[in-house]
């Protein structure tokens, strides 16, 4: 079996059999990887995986256990594993039950998923604290993901914590403001616009603002919203601009000075970014002018633009 070549002298790492599993749910601090080892949607990738955890056990001497499903025949063992999954607190966990197209350790009928990913439960003591893939809040974790986080944090192993997610979209696009648009120039984030605080603020290559309501879902109201703010920006642009974060504006406005000392017209763009947005609410925004880009959360560097 695929398994029987990883062997962690630290902690230990071996093939879990049925008989085993209740004891082992006992036990302190351990991992327990759960896999299917001829799910063909990631039996090619199983060998990485099964090493890329028995590499993590040895250099944190966490005791890690092997689980290939197919030794798991009683009901009653399986429901043990369902549980310990289900027993991690919500808020800590994310979500864990497969659903819009994110593939989670519990099927939509409520069973182990090794079918379409292996299952990483990590306990501390008698405790499950992690379960890997999951989703938090709008970031899915896979596996991967999860081994990357546990040495990371190890070893406090810190709970999963939702991020707000217009706050990750802010941090993202003004960290890289090309995901937008080539030649995009940050402005500054929490831009005071007299009528409220845009996200953000940029200037693209034409020498036009960019004002960006960020959205976790773009709806009815943020079509509103952005609409008034931008407005209001456009009335107040040739002034300082106030910027909660202190990222001092007056050089890039300078940088649209004409030749001949005339300020170069200055239009204002409005967009959103979001994860989601639904047709109606797409199409409504073309009407209005408002540009709107979508978030990839499986690849949080992908932008696609819609409008």
């Known amino acids: 079996m695929l398994f029987l070549r990883f062997v962690c002298p630290i902690g230990g790492s071996r093939k879990l059999n049925s008989s085993d599993l209740s004891e082992t749910l006992e036990k302190n601090a351990n991992m327990q990887l759960i896999f299917d080892d001829s799910a063909p949607s990631y039996r090619e990738r199983l060998p990485e995986i099964l090493e890329s955890a028995s590499k993590l056990s040895k250099k944190l001497g966490i005791h890690l256990d092997l ?7 009683d009901r009653q063992e399986n429901s043990l594993l369902i549980d310990s999954i289900r027993s991690i ?33 990590v306990k501390k003591g008698s405790r499950a604290i992690y379960v890997f893939p999951c989703l938090v809040g709008e970031r899915y974790m896979d596996l991967e993901s999860g081994l990357r986080h546990i040495e990371a944090s190890w070893p406090r192993l810190d709970p999963l914590k939702v991020q707000n997610e217009e706050d990750a979209i802010i941090n993202q696009i003004s960290e890289r403001p090309a995901l937008l648009e080539p030649g995009l120039c940050l402005v500054g984030v929490e831009v005071d616009t007299g009528a409220g605080f845009a996200d953000a603020i940029f200037k693209d ?11 976790r879902e773009a709806t009815d109201s943020s079509i509103g919203q952005i609409l008034r703010l931008a407005a209001a920006f456009e009335g107040k642009r040739g002034r300082r601009l106030q910027n909660r974060r202190k990222i001092e504006t007056d050089e890039l406005l300078a940088q649209n000075e004409t030749k001949k000392g005339k300020r170069a017209e200055e239009g204002v763009r409005a967009g959103i970014v979001c994860f989601r947005a639904h047709e109606f609410v797409i199409s409504a925004a073309k009407r209005a002018g408002i540009e709107v880009w979508t978030l990839d959360q499986y690849h949080p560097f992908h932008l696609s633009k819609r409008i």
């Open 67 to 73: 689980l290939e499903i197919k030794s798991i025949k």
């Open 89 to 121: 607190l919500p808020q800590e966990r994310g979500s864990i039950v497969s659903s819009r197209g994110h593939i989670l350790p519990l099927s939509k009928t409520k069973k182990l998923n090794t079918g379409n990913t292996p299952i990483l439960i």
């Open 205 to 215: 290559q034409g020498g036009n603002f960019l004002v960006i309501e960020a959205e």
